[in-house]
């Protein structure tokens, strides 16, 4: 199966950026989909944005025209760059894979693997 390790988070002032990185291991040639989500302590975890195996991409409304997700597929890593960055952006930012393609890229019951997290605080 596919193991996932988020890293890049810290700690930006408002209107900074930051790249949030993704590495996956394991059965990774298989068709799929990858998105990045984020939770907000008391809230609900919620799509960031996700990209098919065709390079199709989902944004989010939050996040559109400031964040992009990609792939280097030669290194298996999927990223975040998240630029122009708001307070409300805090939170705890996951990577997630499924083993198909197509379907609702932001919706969290359609992935199955999910890594860690890593945690982003603007402010």
């Known amino acids: 199966h596919v193991q996932l390790v988020e890293s890049g988070g810290g700690s930006v002032q408002a209107a900074g950026s930051l790249r949030l990185s993704c590495a996956a291991s394991?059965?990774?040639?298989?068709?799929?989909?990858m998105g990045w989500f984020r939770r907000v302590p008391g809230k609900e975890r919620e799509g960031v944005a996700g990209?098919?195996?065709?390079?199709?991409?989902t944004y989010a409304d939050f996040v559109k025209g400031r964040f992009t997700i990609s792939k280097d597929n030669a290194k298996n890593i999927l990223y975040l760059h998240m630029a122009n960055l708001k307070p409300e952006a805090t939170a705890m930012y996951y990577c997630?894979?499924?083993?198909?393609?197509?379907?609702?890229?932001?919706?969290?019951?359609?992935?199955?693997?999910w890594g860690q997290g890593t945690q982003v605080t603007v402010s």
């Open positions: 997630a894979v499924r083993p198909y393609r197509g379907g609702r890229l932001l919706d969290r019951y359609e992935y199955h693997i």
């Open positions: 394991g059965h990774t040639n298989l068709p799929y989909c």
């Open positions: 990209l098919d195996s065709d390079g199709t991409t």
